[in-house]
């Protein structure tokens, strides 16, 4: 039988982009360590950054109190930062190396017992990389893309959905004043769930997805057919990852040092050009860009993050090491982290709203 590690002091680190309900998330996990276990909390600064540089601070009940309803993360995120693969200028060039084990010095130097991870897919693959050396690792996963596997939501995707629809609804009025075709780029990556949720919400007659690869046939036929049934404008909501049938992602950046190197954008402005030369009507793109990130989140975060926070110091209580939090059907419950990150949950043909949206009329182009 395994023996009970005696907890007395556990890390928290936020990874990657930032997301709204991340302060709901620390103000969860240090009120209830402290009050229900008499544990330490101390707070790892600017996600794995802070832990190969050593920099942190202890938390207490009043440094996290007032901070539910605020956006960002008080700890500060890099998306950068992977003790795995630290950039290290050697003879004026930029070489990779594993400073895992200097870092993991850093965690029995600071004297935890446990890593909370709170992240994405990058973050919590970390994580699982630290726990096969000998962490004690649970992670709690975010990210407004809502692309993680084994969890039904991640918070601060109904806060981006929430912002992604409010655009919307506001380029429907000036679409309709005009008479133009109006491009919503959301964000989302290499999933299409806030274009999908956002697109549905704010009653879009076009939703395109990188799930589903668009024809600009399709897409000016749709919007032609609306001009023939006297609806003179079209709203369409594209997702940054859309890309057309046999075509390429549009990419904005590169960021080498980056684990996810590739930074998208650009398709919006790509389809105002072509809906314009192929109809004839005018028409503008918008590019919601971090605003999505941005600013407090939703009820729906603030409480995903509050039961994801409380349920992972129970997950530390039983000891569940290399699990994550997660939601699914309702429930909260935890699954390995191995099960959850390195392939994303995007959206299939067969999703409900995907069905639902086609059949009250909207087009995804293809
Ligand atoms: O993963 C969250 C996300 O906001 C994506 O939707 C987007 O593609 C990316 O991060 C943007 O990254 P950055 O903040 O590095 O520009």
Same mark, same amino acid.
């Given at each position: 039988?395994?023996?009970?590690?005696?907890?007395?002091?556990? #890390? %928290? $680190? +936020?990874? &990657? /982009?930032?997301?709204? @309900?991340?302060?709901?998330?620390?103000?969860?996990?240090?009120?209830?360590?402290?009050?229900?276990?008499?544990?330490?909390?101390?707070?790892?600064?600017?996600?794995?950054?802070?832990?190969?540089?050593?920099?942190?601070?202890?938390?207490?009940?009043?440094?996290?109190? #007032? %901070? $539910? +309803?605020? &956006? /960002?993360?008080?700890? @500060?995120?890099?998306?950068?930062?992977?003790?795995?693969?630290?950039?290290?200028?050697?003879?004026?060039?930029?070489?990779?190396?594993?400073?895992?084990?200097?870092?993991?010095?850093?965690?029995?130097?600071?004297?935890?017992?446990?890593?909370?991870?709170?992240?994405?897919?990058?973050?919590?693959?970390? /994580?699982?990389?630290?726990?096969?050396?000998?962490?004690?690792?649970?992670?709690?996963?975010?990210?407004?893309?809502?692309?993680?596997?084994?969890?039904?939501?991640?918070?601060?995707?109904?806060?981006?959905?929430?912002?992604?629809?409010?655009?919307?609804?506001?380029?429907?009025?000036?679409?309709?004043?005009?008479?133009?075709?109006?491009?919503?780029?959301?964000?989302?990556?290499?999933?299409?769930?806030?274009?999908?949720?956002?697109?549905?919400?704010?009653?879009?007659?076009?939703?395109?997805?990188?799930?589903?690869?668009?024809?600009?046939?399709?897409?000016?036929?749709?919007?032609?057919?609306?001009?023939?049934?006297?609806?003179?404008?079209?709203?369409?909501?594209?997702?940054?990852?859309?890309?057309?049938?046999?075509?390429?992602?549009?990419?904005?950046?590169?960021?080498?040092?980056?684990?996810?190197?590739?930074?998208?954008?650009?398709?919006?402005?790509?389809?105002?050009?072509?809906?314009?030369?192929?109809?004839?009507?005018?028409?503008?793109?918008?590019?919601?860009?971090?605003?999505?990130?941005?600013?407090?989140?939703?009820?729906?975060?603030?409480?995903?993050?509050?039961?994801?926070?409380?349920?992972?110091?129970?997950?530390?209580?039983?000891?569940?090491?290399?699990?994550?939090?997660?939601?699914?059907?309702?429930?909260?419950?935890?699954?390995?982290?191995?099960?959850?990150?390195?392939?994303?949950?995007?959206?299939?043909?067969?999703?409900?709203?995907?069905?639902?949206?086609?059949?009250?009329?909207?087009?995804?182009?293809?």
């Amino acid at each position: 039988m395994k023996t009970q590690k005696k907890i007395k002091r556990i #890390g %928290i $680190l +936020t990874g &990657g /982009g930032d997301c709204p @309900g991340l302060n709901a998330v620390i103000r969860a996990v240090t009120k209830s360590a402290i009050a229900n276990h008499g544990w330490e909390v101390f707070g790892i600064e600017d996600g794995y950054a802070g832990l190969i540089e050593k920099r942190g601070h202890e938390l207490t009940q009043a440094q996290v109190s #007032g %901070i $539910l +309803t605020l &956006g /960002g993360t008080i700890l @500060g995120t890099s998306n950068r930062a992977d003790p795995f693969r630290v950039p290290v200028e050697k003879s004026k060039k930029i070489v990779f190396e594993d400073h895992s084990d200097q870092t993991i010095e850093h965690f029995h130097q600071w004297g935890l017992d446990v890593l909370v991870a709170v992240g994405g897919d990058g973050t919590l693959s970390i /994580g699982k990389r630290l726990y096969h050396k000998g962490i004690p690792v649970v992670g709690i996963p975010k990210t407004i893309d809502n692309d993680l596997r084994g969890t039904d939501y991640t918070f601060g995707f109904h806060t981006a959905v929430s912002i992604a629809t409010e655009a919307v609804d506001r380029l429907h009025t000036t679409a309709a004043a005009h008479h133009r075709v109006m491009i919503l780029e959301v964000m989302g990556r290499n999933a299409g769930w806030i274009a999908l949720h956002a697109g549905s919400a704010g009653g879009a007659d076009i939703i395109l997805i990188p799930e589903l690869p668009y024809s600009m046939d399709a897409i000016s036929r749709a919007v032609k057919k609306r001009a023939q049934h006297g609806k003179k404008f079209s709203l369409i909501v594209v997702a940054e990852g859309a890309k057309e049938k046999g075509g390429k992602i549009i990419e904005r950046k590169r960021d080498p040092k980056n684990p996810y190197p590739v930074k998208l954008g650009g398709v919006g402005k790509y389809l105002e050009e072509q809906i314009e030369k192929l109809t004839g009507l005018e028409t503008r793109s918008a590019n919601l860009g971090h605003i999505q990130r941005g600013g407090s989140p939703v009820p729906a975060d603030r409480n995903l993050g509050t039961l994801f926070g409380t349920h992972a110091v129970e997950l530390i209580a039983r000891q569940r090491w290399g699990h994550m939090v997660c939601v699914q059907g309702n429930i909260i419950k935890s699954i390995p982290i191995a099960e959850a990150v390195h392939q994303l949950k995007i959206v299939t043909p067969d999703n409900p709203l995907v069905v639902a949206s086609k059949a009250v009329g909207i087009s995804f182009g293809v």
